[in-house]
Each structure stands twice: as C-alpha cells, then as structure tokens.
C-alpha cells in the first residue's frame, strides 16, 4: 500500500495560502517569495548565492527531470531558503545526474513544497508584490493557520538586510590564469559564482576571490590590475561598507567591472540611489537594450533591487566621478540594466554575463573588460 504523501503549506504575509505536498526537506522555512521564468537550469538556480534568503518558484511546471550532477553547481551549496515547484519529476532522466533534486534538497536541509498552482501565486506576487513567505511541512503543516501567519510576519523583511557575510568565502581562494596572463584581479565575494570566476580566468587573469570584509589594503595586497564586484544577495543600501571600499577602488584609478549587486554598489558609490523592485528579475529569459550598439540581448537575471538614473542622455556623478551614462536598459519596464563611467576605467550591468545555464548574448562583456584593463594598463606606462 502506497502512503499519502506529506502534507505542506505556503503561507504569504498577505494571509494567502497554499495547501500542497512536501517536497525536500521537512519543517519550517522562511523567506521572500520570488519566482524565476527560467524554463531550464534549475541547478544553477539553486546554487546562486544571490538567492539566500529567498524561497523561490519556479514558474516552469516541470522540474528535477535532469537530476543533480557534480558539474553545475554555482557555489558550493544550495542557497535558497525554500523551493516551490508545481510538479516534480518523479524519474531522473540524464546520463550526468548522480542524484535527485529531491534527494540533495534533503541533503541540504532545504524546504520545499510540490502541487500548488504556481501561475496563481506569480500571478498575485506579480500584482502584489514579492513578500514574505513561509513554507510549512510534516507535522509544522499542522500548526494552526494563525500561529503561521504569525510567524511569517515576524521574519525580516528583505529591505534593510545585508547578507554578504552569509555567503562570501571566509578565506581568498586563487584561480590560475588561462594562457597568456593579464595580471592579477581582486574578486570581492559577495555570493559569487564559479562560471563567473572561470570566465574571467579564461580572459587571462589570475582570479582572487576574496572576503566581502577585506579592506583596501587587503586588495593592494595582491597588486591587482583590476577590481571586480560580483553578484549577491541583499539590499545595497545596507551595504555601507562595500561601497566606501569600492569608492577608494575607485579614488586609486583601478580599472572596476561590476555585475547585478555590483552594479548597484557601483551606483553608490558614483552617488546615485537604489531602490527596491515591486517583484524583481529572476530567470534567464530578460531583454535588455546595449544602447552602444542597438542590440537587445537577451539576459540572466536575479535581482530585487535597481539604481535610479536618468536613461537618456550624460549625468554628472554626484560624488565627482565625471561624466556617466546609462548603457544598458531592461526592455520589459525600463530599469536601469547597466552603468558606464566616461571619465573613469568603470562599468557594470545589472545581469549575469557568465549565464551558466544560458544563454550566452552578454559573454561579450568579460572580454570588454580584459580590453579596458589592458588599454588602462597601456596608459599607465
């Protein structure tokens, strides 16, 4: 005799609730609910650390046919803070898995839930906005509704929080270039992925990834020809800290490439604000205007947060950085996609250009950036 699969339920702070099956791990999660559109590369979303503090959808109803592999993992974990799903696979089909979804979310201790109507909770996260959530299974499924919501609405929201320092790397590690050598570039890890720090070592430079706390002088240290920001998760404007240290980056002329939280740290470090999205970007399907070129590429995405700057037209950086502009902007509602500094070797974009689980339009912008740090490195001698 087949037993009844456990109970689970979702609940939102709105007070909307879910009634499905456990799916991972068993207990209580919480989180902000965020969908992702991406229709493949489950894996990847899973491992990207800008997903902490997070219970993500997946708006695809199908998942966990492909299994897991040792391959295409972001990170060195799963990072999400729960996963909804509408129907997982009950097979895995994919000569490279060695496990099952199910199995590593267990393994991970990560909390889940199965067979709800996931286009109806995108559909209300779309006009209610993300917020925050919690996933209830086993016996925390029995709990009564109002001890729950109760809960829920006493987690923090994701306004406000800075989560660097539960992702980054606590040691630096160094990735060896890949032929001809470009010099060495200081990574700050603020929820990094491994395709990130393999593209830019494919470019030529030694990688360094280093803690979200080193200093200044921890980033002299290693006489690094460049400075990049990486991706991650959390609200920019709580993170004072990484923009002060990118600010003397900066001050020193060092050549600056930033990608999705990097963006907004480098918009406050040029003066401009952030601001929260009603529901943000998530999944490997979003159109973006190169406004250099005319070419809408199309983009992976994963953040909740934008900078606000004019889109049209030069701007003067409000801290004295010279002349910026908007350089790439998001075609589904016009958010800022992208910053280039005029005056100064620094630019960044909103988006992952690694793109791990595709697709590839935005690989362009790691070989931009070895250009500017070898035209940089020329007009220094």
């Not at 009950?90 to 109507?117: F, K, P, T």
Request: hydrophobic share 40%; glycine share 12%.
């Amino acid at each position: 005799m087949t037993s009844l699969p456990e109970p689970a339920v979702l609940v939102l702070e709105d007070g909307t609730r879910h009634v499905g099956r456990a799916y991972g791990a068993r207990g209580t999660t919480l989180g902000e609910v965020v969908f992702a559109t991406g229709m493949s590369g489950y894996q990847e979303t899973l491992t990207d650390p800008s997903y902490a503090g997070q219970i993500v959808l997946q708006t695809a109803p199908h998942i966990g046919n492909t299994g897991m592999n040792d391959e295409d993992p972001e990170s060195r974990r799963i990072w999400v803070a729960g996963y909804i799903v509408r129907d997982p696979s009950r097979v895995v089909s994919n000569w490279r898995a060695n496990a099952s979804l199910d199995e590593i979310l267990v393994q991970d201790g990560i909390v889940g839930i199965s067979g709800i109507d996931t286009r109806a909770i995108t559909r209300h996260i779309r006009s209610a906005g993300s917020m925050r959530g919690g996933i209830f299974s086993g016996a925390d499924a029995a709990l009564d509704p109002e001890e729950q919501l109760r809960i829920v609405n006493e987690a923090p929201e994701m306004a406000g929080q800075n989560l660097s320092a539960q992702v980054s790397v606590e040691t630096a590690t160094v990735t060896p270039a890949v032929g001809e050598k470009v010099g060495n570039l200081a990574v700050l890890d603020l929820g990094v992925k491994q395709a990130t720090v393999d593209n830019l070592a494919a470019r030529g430079f030694e990688v360094h990834v280093l803690p979200q706390s080193v200093d200044i002088d921890g980033i002299r240290a290693i006489d690094p020809v460049a400075v990049f920001y990486s991706n991650g998760p959390g609200d920019p404007a709580a993170s004072g800290d990484h923009v002060a240290l990118l600010r003397s980056v900066l001050d020193e002329g060092l050549p600056f490439f930033g990608i999705c939280f990097g963006n907004q740290l480098l918009g406050r470090a040029l003066g401009l604000g952030t601001y929260k999205l009603p529901f943000g970007h998530r999944g490997i399907n979003q159109p973006v205007l190169d406004k250099a070129t005319g070419r809408v590429e199309i983009t992976a995405h994963n953040h909740g947060f934008a900078v606000e700057a004019p889109l049209e037209g030069e701007f003067d950086s409000p801290n004295g950085y010279g002349r910026v502009e908007v350089s790439h902007v998001g075609l589904n509602d016009n958010v800022v996609e992208g910053l280039r500094a005029l005056d100064i070797p620094a630019f960044s974009v909103q988006y992952h250009p690694e793109a791990a689980a595709g697709p590839h339009d935005a690989n362009y912008l790691f070989d931009r950036f070895r250009d500017l740090v070898i035209a940089s490195k020329k007009d220094a001698k």
